[in-house]
């Protein structure tokens, strides 16, 4: 920043700034590293969600609880992040007056394995 009586240098400066930025996002975004905790939280019952979630492979928790409304199902989902956009058209597809939130996970105590339905099949028969 040599000339700062040139505010053309200014702009230039925000513009790789925020080119920088937004390139960023898109590369991860793309790569789609790492864990998501999605949060359901529904008033309908959520059975037949959580069915198709594990019937696809996903673990999922269950937790009955109260709001100011009633009784509500909470449903948490930890997923690798390329799933995503799959859970989240299921849960809309079950459920689309479902509240959910997702955050990013920097670290799972045990290793999430992805099963498809057939192995989650399996699994559940030898129990």
């Known amino acids: ?3 700062l009586d040139n505010w053309i240098c200014y702009v230039a ?3 790789g700034f925020a080119a920088g930025n937004y390139t960023g996002m898109i590369i991860d ?3 789609a590293l790492g864990y998501e905790l999605v949060r359901v939280i529904t008033k309908a019952k959520a059975g037949g969600l959580v069915r198709a979630l594990r ?3 996903y673990g ?3 937790v009955q609880a109260y709001s ?3 009784e ?3 449903v948490y ?3 690798n992040r390329k799933k995503l956009k799959s859970v989240v058209e299921m849960i809309r597809k079950f459920n689309p007056r479902a509240s959910y939130t997702i955050e990013d996970i920097r670290h799972v105590s045990k290793d999430i394995v992805y099963r498809r339905s057939k192995d989650y099949k399996t699994d559940q028969k030898r129990k």
């Open 1 to 3: 920043m040599q000339n």
């Open 13 to 15: 400066f925000a513009g």
């Open 29 to 31: 975004e793309r790569l």
């Open 55 to 57: 019937n696809e492979g």
């Open 60 to 62: 999922t928790t269950q």
């Open 68 to 70: 100011s409304e009633g």
């Open 72 to 74: 509500v199902a909470i």
């Open 77 to 79: 989902i930890i997923i």
